[in-house]
């Protein structure tokens, strides 16, 4: 098993800026792959990004591309989601993921239990 946890949600205003954080348990964390998703009310879960074990790999949905980086410190077993230029559209929880393998393919294996970030307009 894998604990995540999220920090670093909150209200922020439109084109302003937050730094998401999620920290993993285990002894193994530079061998998943890692990824953020987020879920609006009454939408289904998306796909924001992902970031390869090493780190030297990254890919971002379409919607958030240019404006949100993911990256990680296998040091400190945390992976970071920095969001800038935000939108009212990304107002949604936000969650933290990891695949068992170091190549993002979307299959998920454990999920944190997410935290809110809310753009104002």
């Known amino acids: 098993q894998v604990q995540l946890v999220e920090s670093g949600g909150g209200l922020v205003q439109a084109g302003g800026s937050l730094r998401l954080s999620c920290a993993a348990s285990?002894?193994?964390?530079?061998?998943?792959?890692m990824d953020w998703f987020r879920q609006a009310p009454g939408k289904e879960r998306e796909f924001v990004g992902g970031?390869?074990?090493?780190?030297?790999?990254?890919n971002y949905a379409d919607s958030v591309k240019g404006r949100f980086t993911i990256s990680r410190d296998n040091a400190k077993n945390t992976v970071y989601l920095q969001m800038n230029s935000l939108k009212p559209e990304d107002t949604a929880v936000y969650y933290c993921?990891?695949?068992?393998?170091?190549?993002?393919?979307?299959?998920?294996?454990?999920w944190g239990k997410g935290t809110l970030v809310t753009v104002a307009s």
């Open positions: 993921a990891a695949e068992k393998g170091r190549l993002v393919t979307r299959g998920v294996d454990y």
């Open positions: 970031i390869s074990g090493s780190g030297g790999i990254r």
């Open positions: 285990g002894r193994t964390f530079s061998t998943y792959a």
